[in-house]
């Protein structure tokens, strides 16, 4: 699984970073969201538990970071909703996947502007906390600011509960990939059955 | 025919013991352009929430009196950036997000996107992504994304905000054009001096209070000038220290000294 995922991971035009090949901008954020809980496990238990453990964490990592970067979330809505699911649901699904590019932008442009006003991200780990700090409730109460509007706005555009949504111009669903859905699914449910017998 | 009745309207915000509108009456006729007038928490902007039934409905708070809507309507926030779906790929879908979401047939929302586009010049820019629009752009993106939803009753919170002179004129023209059509249109605006071409009503409101209602000629009156309420050339007209009642614009103006 964990290959699997990582293969996936490398997968060219699963994102996009200036100097880099987009798969390994999405193998450099698994790395780096899970270094953290090898060394947390590394500390806590013996080799052989850290390893089967930090493969687990780092398998669930990939996979979602994978999905992040390779699925666009307005295709994701699209296809759920041409598939018969609430256009709330599927809005909920789409905009937590869209809500990391959205606060990277706006993280970028809270630094920029502390930028202008002097203070500098840049120097030791001091200077960096200090800026992250400073970044931090800005980035956190203007997202909490915005959510109200954002309410008012999607209202007023139609998305309200129990609406049937007219899909625009929903991702083709082949007979394979139907078939591979329901045969991974089938694999998630024979690994859980296994796994608790 | 009434778009819009309010009928003794008070609002209170959530968690708050002063209202946000006192006693609000005001009717709204199809085909009417009302104008909302008024110092910054004066409730231009909470009024039009009542308006679009998103107050108390979704704010939360408390409402008394009674609102009337004998339309569907649409409104357009004064940040367009808080507006935009995020699920959309190009501008035309960022359009066709409302009108999908009224379960329309795909013939009828194309027609509906593309008519919204041609009326605010956007037609150019229709397979871009809404994420590279600057403020103006995004702003006339989301005011085509409720044209197209076809509302009976427009309101619009400072709809000129992020515009330039070029694209508040389109706009006010647009604005003209859709009374024509029949539309009741609402708005909420500090942009003054387009208020004698485009209002046919001005209401002037004070502390959540209406202080008066009447045509654009309000914004010559004296006591409006004083507020800070005069178009540009009734303040002009009164720094200079001539007497009242002042000239709303130029060619008012004109005709005054000869």
Not at chain 1, 51 to 61: D, E, F, N, S
Not at chain 1, 86 to 105: H, I, N, Q, R
């Amino acid at each position: 699984m964990l290959a699997l995922a990582l293969v996936l991971t490398l997968t060219p035009g699963a994102g996009s970073s200036p100097g880099l090949r987009p798969g390994l901008v999405v193998l450099r954020t698994v790395l780096l969201t899970a270094a953290p809980f090898w060394v947390f496990l590394l500390v806590l238990h013996d080799v052989a538990t850290t390893v089967a453990i930090g493969l687990r964490i780092t398998t669930m990592v990939a996979s979602f970071v994978w999905l992040v970067a390779a699925l666009e979330p307005a295709r994701l809505v699209e296809a759920m909703v041409a598939a018969g699911w609430s256009a709330s649901l599927a809005y909920l699904f789409g905009a937590t996947l869209s809500a990391v590019p959205v606060l990277k932008a706006r993280a970028q442009r809270i630094v920029e502007a502390q930028r202008a006003r002097g203070l500098s991200a840049r120097g030791g780990i001091a200077a960096r906390l200090r800026a992250l700090r400073a970044l931090a409730l800005p980035l956190v109460l203007s997202a909490l600011h915005e959510v109200d509007e954002r309410a008012l706005a999607l209202e007023t555009r139609g998305l309200v509960p129990g609406i049937r949504r007219t899909p625009l111009a929903p991702p083709p669903d082949t007979p394979v990939e139907r078939a591979a859905r329901w045969a991974l699914l089938l694999a998630c449910l024979f690994a859980l059955f296994r796994r608790v017998m | 025919m009434r778009s819009l009745t309010l009928e003794g309207v008070s609002f209170w915000y959530p968690a708050t013991d002063s209202p946000a509108l006192r006693n609000v009456s005001l009717h709204v006729a199809r085909g009417e352009i009302v104008a909302l007038v008024g110092a910054l928490g004066a409730g231009a902007s909470t009024l039009l929430l009542v308006a679009a039934d998103l107050a108390p409905r979704v704010t939360g708070g408390r409402l008394t009196g009674s609102a009337a809507r004998h339309d569907r309507s649409g409104i357009v926030l004064p940040t367009p950036w808080t507006q935009a779906s995020g699920m959309a790929f190009s501008v035309w879908d960022e359009v066709a997000f409302g009108p999908a979401n009224l379960g329309w047939p795909t013939h009828e929302i194309a027609r509906q996107v593309d008519r919204a586009l041609e009326q605010l010049e956007l037609a150019p820019l229709a397979s871009r992504d809404p994420v590279t629009l600057s403020g103006g752009e995004l702003q006339r993106v989301i005011i085509a994304a409720i044209l197209a939803m076809d509302p009976g009753l427009v309101l619009l919170d400072e709809p000129a905000a992020e515009l330039d002179s070029d694209g508040a004129r389109t706009l006010w023209r647009l604005i003209r054009l859709l009374a024509k059509e029949g539309k009741a249109v609402l708005l909420a605006t500090s942009t003054l001096d387009a208020l004698p071409e485009v209002a046919d009503r001005v209401v002037w409101l004070e502390d959540g209070a209406i202080r008066a209602v009447g045509p654009p000629d309000l914004l010559a009156d004296v006591a409006a000038c004083d507020a800070g309420l005069g178009t540009s050339v009734a303040t002009v007209w009164r720094t200079s220290g001539l007497p009242g009642p002042y000239p709303l614009t130029v060619a008012h103006a004109l005709r005054r000294w000869r």
